[in-house]
């Protein structure tokens, strides 16, 4: 099992920089690709940002490609995206999403997530 807490959201005016945390319980953290999703307002679930299991492969989903960036701690079970440049289109549920210790690339799909956290607000004014 591994239960996934994210932190570190809250409102902010474009253009301000915000980080996100995931702090992972369990063992297996440092072995498991790990990717960052989003829920707009009225909108499905939509791929953010992933990395895999070492932290030398990462993929962005394009609206994000130069702003965000995601990163990992292995020896502190955290994975962080650091969010520079937001818009107003960012504002959003966000959610942390672990794979299963099985995959060695980072997925953009949510169901090869097997753990997901219970999400943090993200709200960016203009």
């Known amino acids: 099992q591994v239960q996934l807490v994210e932190s570190g959201g809250g409102s902010v005016q474009a253009g301000n920089s915000l980080r996100l945390s995931c702090a992972a319980s369990g063992r297996t953290f440092s072995s498991r690709p790990m990717g960052w999703f989003r829920q707009p307002p009225g909108k499905e679930r939509e791929f953010v940002a992933a990395i895999n299991w070492y932290g030398d492969s990462t993929t962005y989903a394009d609206s994000v490609k130069g702003r965000f960036t995601i990163s990992r701690d292995n020896a502190k079970n955290t994975v962080y995206l650091q969010m520079n440049s937001p818009k107003p289109e960012d504002t959003a549920v966000y959610y942390c999403?672990?794979?299963?210790?099985?995959?060695?690339?980072?997925?953009?799909?949510?169901?090869?997530?097997?753990?997901w956290g219970q999400g943090t607000q993200v709200t960016v004014s203009s």
């Open positions: 999403a672990a794979q299963p210790p099985t995959y060695s690339d980072a997925s953009n799909y949510t169901h090869d997530y097997a753990y």
